[in-house]
């Protein structure tokens, strides 16, 4: 039983490369409520959160970039190559990422957790957890995934493997073990299967009741990857994409973010894409049919994305709109949005989020939607 009585508590680990996070957010599709732990450790040692000065103290001021900020490349270069270096760091980091953690379970309202946590075992969070599930994938795709995902040079990938406990001992700790080896649809067969055998009387999480616009036409629902046909043909319609995007591509994307649909009648007309990450809700996907009316849509998908987000216990809203959408200006601040740069967020967390997700082209809209954060500046 999980240290939270009111809760059932998946945790979910795996070495790196084999596809963690695909896991946590087909098992957020589904209705858990997901907690990446290993971003909340970024978190911990951001300046002034409180892992921050024990980390300097512990490995000098060498491993602080311009900025003050600790580098995490050069802490990592460190770390990875010395056993002793890494149990300093993970004496620090993880107390605090416990708390964090035991924090966002309470606060969730969602009856299922999934904990993703590259060091689920070795920190005792697994003993926390109600089912253990890992995920696997065989070394050499996870060197091809960090080389072409990740951008690390072969030698650097190799090392980051070799620094981790051997996945053959994760999986003899697993009651779950999914096989991320082949196709979105494969990977996605193994997380339905497993959800309905370890937690039964779980719901799968529904369509949104949908927003309807007064006229009654509009209405706003969350996608499903058996949409995925109806979504390659809107993006391949309205869609900015450089080559068309087919069925197989858009399941794809079900690995990495959620769609919300605008339909009208049985027509899809509009969607929204946007994905949570480590508290930030990160809108890059605003596709509207030109025939939609702006003023009706635009505020019946935010509306649905900053609920969705809030429930899963956002800070910050982020929103990548092209020009076409941006000049809606009066519209945005309505909604209470505002142009920013990222380097203009104030939080690290929320400008690192705005730098790896902004696409090209695009002017970045901000919301803050909580004021309360986790591992705050103190």
């Not at 508590?9 to 732990?37: F, P, Q, W």
């Not at 605003?286 to 216990?313: F, G, I, R």
């Not at 092209?322 to 000049?327: A, F, G, I, Q, V």
């Amino acid at each position: 039983m999980s240290s939270w009585a009111d809760k059932y508590v998946i945790g979910l680990t795996g070495n790196i490369g084999a596809g963690k996070s695909v896991v946590r957010r087909m098992l957020e599709h589904l209705g858990a409520y997901g907690i990446d732990a290993d971003a909340l450790g970024h978190r911990a040692i951001a300046k002034g959160a409180p892992g921050y000065d024990p980390v300097v103290r512990t490995f000098g001021r060498w491993v602080l970039g311009p900025d003050e900020q600790i580098n995490r490349a050069k802490l990592g270069r460190v770390v990875f190559s010395d056993p002793e270096a890494m149990a300093q760091l993970e004496g620090i980091v993880h107390p605090l990422v416990e708390q964090a953690v035991d924090i966002l379970v309470r606060r969730s309202r969602q009856r299922v957790v999934v904990i993703e946590a590259i060091k689920l075992l070795e920190a005792g969070l697994a003993r926390s957890c109600d089912s253990i599930w890992v995920a696997y994938t065989p070394q050499e795709i996870q060197l091809a995934r960090l080389m072409q995902n990740r951008g690390m040079a072969e030698s650097e990938a190799r090392q980051r493997i070799a620094a981790q406990s051997p996945q053959e001992e994760k999986i003899s700790s697993a009651h779950i073990v999914i096989r991320n080896v082949s196709t979105f649809a494969d990977t996605w067969r193994q997380v339905m299967k497993a959800w309905r055998r370890v937690v039964p009387e779980a719901e799968e999480s529904g369509e949104t009741p949908g927003v309807e616009a007064q006229d009654g036409r509009l209405n706003v629902l969350r996608g499903k990857p058996r949409h995925s046909r109806q979504i390659a043909e809107l993006i391949n319609r309205v869609g900015r994409a450089e080559r068309p995007v087919n069925q197989e591509d858009v399941m794809n994307a079900f690995g990495e973010k959620a769609f919300l649909l605008v339909q009208v009648g049985s027509r899809l007309m509009g969607l929204l894409g946007w994905q949570v990450e480590n508290l930030v809700s990160r809108t890059t996907d605003v596709l509207l049919d030109p025939s939609l009316p702006v003023e009706e849509a635009l505020p019946a998908l935010v509306s649905e994305m900053e609920a969705a987000s809030s429930d899963l216990q956002c800070e910050a809203s982020l929103l990548f709109v092209y020009p076409e959408l941006s000049r809606h200006e009066q519209l945005w601040k309505r909604l209470g949005y505002e142009p920013r740069r990222p380097n203009q967020l104030g939080v690290l967390a929320w400008e690192e989020a705005a730098t790896e997700s902004m696409p090209k082209g695009t002017q970045l809209l901000f919301k803050q939607l909580r004021q309360d954060r986790i591992l705050r500046p103190i």
